[in-house]
């Protein structure tokens, strides 16, 4: 589903928000020869019947020898997020009509006639509308408003940013499918991403909201009832890089060279449905009408079309 999903909003996007998209890369997929839950033959079976592009290319040109069973090279492009905030931070600007408040902490929200009356960092707000769009804190919002929270788990994520030599800088590898590892333009950073499977989550909550051991030592700044930003965390875990660094290089031919910039580090939170097999939908919920109040749980940036539906018709 989120295949099909992805390559039905793709052209959309890419026709939309072009400007912060890199397309000037090659993409390849390669499916590991051990541990893998597909292989090469599966994956082609899986892109055909999705309509998505592949073109089946020698392993050997990336990947050391017996390594991968198969390479593809399919039409993958990578968005620019900061390239992103700043385009709706303009737009809004020029709209004349959006104030926006950061670092605020809800306190309070409750319903007054046909408007909700928001208390946050000790200002008082009024809206016929909310939108509880807040990712890994929307139990935060939804505990607080007792409606029923969203049934999720929360990874501590981290986002390793490289520099590459030229043969790998037009140039994005994924090894799947399982405990694997991918390395891939960053947007229009210049940097690659390189994430793992296995090592880009550092640890991992089941609690309704993020519970975590490391928030004791954020100074106060972070809580299960408010997530705080890790990567300014005095309390934020060592890089990964060692492990995901070695698991690359176990894989690719040994002339394709990356080094460590820096480490970006995210909270995750995944549907626990959809962890056995790394769908990631999107869930919205409209809990009241008049005043208005959705829940709108993303799982991919695509989501912005999904919210069509629902904000077109209030
Ligand atoms: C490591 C990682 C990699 C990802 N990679 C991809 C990818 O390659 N492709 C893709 O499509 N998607 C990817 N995603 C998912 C994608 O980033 C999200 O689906 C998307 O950013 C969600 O957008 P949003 O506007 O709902 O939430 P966000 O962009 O996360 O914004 C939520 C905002 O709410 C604020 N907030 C949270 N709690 C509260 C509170 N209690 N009170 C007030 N404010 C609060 C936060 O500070 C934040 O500013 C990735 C996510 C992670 C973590």
Not at 3 to 30: M, N, P, T, V, W
Not at 100 to 109: F, G
Not at 264 to 271: A, C, D, N, R, V
């Amino acid at each position: 589903m989120t295949a099909l999903k992805s390559a039905h909003y793709f052209q959309r996007f890419c026709e939309d928000y072009g400007f912060c998209i890199k397309r000037d890369f090659k993409q390849i997929y390669a499916t590991s020869a051990a541990l893998s839950w597909t292989n090469a033959t599966a994956f082609q079976k899986f892109c055909d019947d999705s309509n998505i592009p592949c073109e089946r290319i020698n392993e050997k040109e990336f990947f050391r020898t017996g390594l991968c069973d198969g390479a593809f090279l399919t039409e993958e492009f990578t968005y620019d997020a900061m390239i992103l905030r700043d385009y709706y931070l303009e737009e809004l600007k020029k709209s004349g009509c959006v104030d926006i408040l950061y670092n605020q902490k809800i306190e309070k929200i409750e319903e007054a006639d046909q408007d909700w009356i928001v208390i946050s960092s000790g200002t008082m707000y009024s809206a016929p509308f909310i939108l509880n769009a807040t990712y890994a804190g929307i139990n935060e919002i939804q505990k607080m408003m007792g409606y029923e929270t969203f049934n999720i788990k929360y990874e501590l994520c981290e986002i390793i940013l490289c520099e590459v030599d030229e043969k790998l800088k037009d140039i994005g590898l994924t090894v799947m499918d399982g405990p694997f590892f991918s390395i891939m333009p960053f947007g229009k950073t210049g940097y690659h991403s390189l994430t793992s499977v296995t090592f880009t989550p550092h640890i991992t909550s089941y609690d309704e909201t993020a519970t975590f051991e490391c928030q004791s030592r954020s100074n106060g700044a972070c809580s299960p009832k408010h997530l705080a930003n890790c990567n300014d965390c005095p309390a934020k875990p060592e890089s990964a890089w060692p492990y995901m660094s070695q698991l690359a290089r176990k894989y690719m031919l040994p002339e394709l060279k990356f080094s460590y910039v820096k480490s970006l580090f995210s909270m995750k939170p995944i549907l626990k449905v959809a962890e056995i097999d790394d769908s990631r939908p999107t869930m919205i919920k409209v809990e009241k009408q008049n005043p208005t109040f959705v829940s709108a749980f993303s799982g991919k940036i695509n989501t912005i079309y999904d919210l069509d539906e629902v904000l077109l018709n209030e």
